[in-house]
């Protein structure tokens, strides 16, 4: 589903990806984590077409993203960091805003779109809400079910637990494997939450110093000795955030 070769980039001559290289397979959750400044923002956006990579090839759902990045697009959908809604909105226009783009919906069209996509993300009652009335988890669940709108082959989250509480973050990591199990999707995630990824992933993407230094299972993650990995998966002990560590 998800095929990144030879991936390359630097910002002003300071290589931020070297030779990143890596598959994901279909309804597959990986997690892409990595020490600070080591490259996964940096590889989520070349993955979702917003930056083109110096070298290598990136393929999604058989297209291209590399030199046809619209259309690679189109079997993606997006849930940014702070859900990135558009305050003036209400929740229904917020949802309904990239499809709208797309093409022109009867009124009886629009209101199947928005009940099918709030219930897929548990909410109700909310469309005329605007994003400073709902909470930080509900505006995460809007912006999910904005993605899901387009109808993407493959979902894209950066940092979806960043700033909620444990028992709000660990309803959003219910949430991302309930829609893959529900819809079948491919997931990228971006996470710094150490907790969140072994509820979610199945496959763990290392990053260090732009470097793809690990690449393998949530147990095999678990079981590394050395290096930056080895200190996160003991501060994730000591800090008890993982029972199973």
Do not use: W
């Amino acid at each position: 589903m998800i095929s990144v070769a030879g991936v390359s980039h630097s910002f002003d001559a300071r290589p931020v990806l070297s030779d990143i290289s890596f598959e994901v397979g279909a309804g597959e959750i990986a997690v892409i984590m990595g020490s600070s400044g080591g490259g996964k923002t940096t590889l989520l956006k070349c993955l979702s077409g917003l930056l083109r990579p110096d070298k290598g090839t990136i393929t999604v759902a058989g297209v291209d993203v590399v030199r046809q990045p619209e259309e690679a697009r189109t079997k993606m959908g997006l849930v940014f960091q702070y859900a990135a809604l558009f305050d003036s909105l209400n929740v229904r226009d917020n949802i309904l805003f990239g499809v709208r783009r797309q093409r022109k919906l009867r009124p009886k069209e629009e209101a199947e779109i928005l009940k099918k996509h709030l219930t897929e993300v548990g909410l109700t009652g909310v469309e005329h809400l605007l994003p400073n009335e709902l909470s930080g988890g509900m505006r995460k669940r809007v912006g999910l079910a904005r993605a899901l709108c387009m109808e993407p082959e493959v979902l894209l989250y950066d940092e979806p637990t960043s700033g909620l509480d444990p028992i709000t973050a660990y309803s959003i990591d219910q949430l991302i494997v309930e829609t893959r199990d529900t819809l079948g999707l491919t997931s990228v995630v971006v996470s710094h939450d150490v907790s969140s990824v072994f509820r979610v992933a199945d496959r763990i993407l290392f990053l260090d110093k732009g470097v793809l230094a690990f690449n393998g299972s949530p147990d095999e993650f678990r079981e590394v000795r050395e290096g930056p990995i080895k200190e996160l998966v003991e501060k994730a002990r000591a800090e008890m955030l993982d029972p199973a560590l």
